[in-house]
């Protein structure tokens, strides 16, 4: 099945950098989606993305699906204390009735130093 | 609040039980769908409906598993015969199904303990 490699698995960084993390899939996909998930919460959708080579910014975010449809990389600008959590790529395919289920990488752990 | 609600957040189950959780998706979302998510791991796919309808099934659910969606509206998802392999996070997320694009909206979970 298809599987999702997602890094670093960990980041420290001090607050007001910028921070980069990607994803990369065995099997090419037709969306790929971002998203962030504090403690106790479910995750929440940041940037989707439809297009090879489609670029999107949310805010200090922006996300790229990379044109071999095999990876994606979020970017983060001026990070800040709230940016801490846990981020998830998650891809899928299209198939005749609509979109298969998601697949998700096993996320990238974000912690800010103030 | 009009996002995906479940209940109950979080529930303490002796090995053996049975348990019940619910899911109540966006009001106007068509699909409805269960992940389970481990400690230090991604959301996995489990089970998901299109209204009513189960349309797919993970080999992640056991027969002790057993989904619903009876009017196309809330879910409800029953583990029989509880086992402590069965302690997770169970998500719940839902998506209108339009031109092919259709983002998870996710629930805060049920955290099920097995003890």
């Known amino acids: 099945g298809q599987q999702l490699n997602q890094s670093p698995q960990s980041m420290f960084i001090q607050e007001g950098e910028d921070v980069s993390m990607n994803c990369t899939s065995s099997s090419i996909f037709n969306t790929w989606l971002w998203y962030k998930q504090d403690p106790g919460e479910g995750p929440v959708l940041l940037i989707a993305l439809y297009k090879a080579g489609e670029l999107t910014s949310n805010g200090r975010l922006t996300a790229q699906f990379g044109i071999t449809r095999k990876d994606s990389f979020l970017n983060i600008s001026a990070s800040i204390p709230s940016d801490v959590g846990i981020y998830f790529c998650a891809g899928q395919y299209r198939v005749n009735s609509g979109n298969t289920p998601l697949v998700f990488g096993k996320g990238t752990r974000l912690s800010v130093i103030a | 609040d009009t996002g995906v609600s479940q209940d109950p957040r979080h529930k303490i189950t002796k090995r053996g039980q049975n348990v019940t959780f619910r899911c109540d998706p966006i009001s106007e979302h068509n699909r409805l769908y269960w992940y389970r998510q481990t400690l230090g791991q991604g959301p996995e796919f489990l089970t998901y409906?299109?209204?009513?309808?189960?349309?797919?099934k993970s080999r992640l659910l056991s027969d002790r598993f057993s989904a619903e969606r009876p009017k196309g509206s809330f879910s409800t998802l029953e583990i029989q015969r509880t086992e402590q392999g069965d302690s997770a996070m169970y998500l719940c997320?839902?998506?209108?199904?339009?031109?092919?694009?259709?983002?998870?909206?996710f629930g805060n979970g049920t955290r099920l303990t097995v003890t």
């Open positions: 997320a839902s998506s209108f199904l339009r031109d092919w694009i259709s983002p998870l909206h």
């Open positions: 409906f299109q209204n009513e309808a189960q349309l797919e």
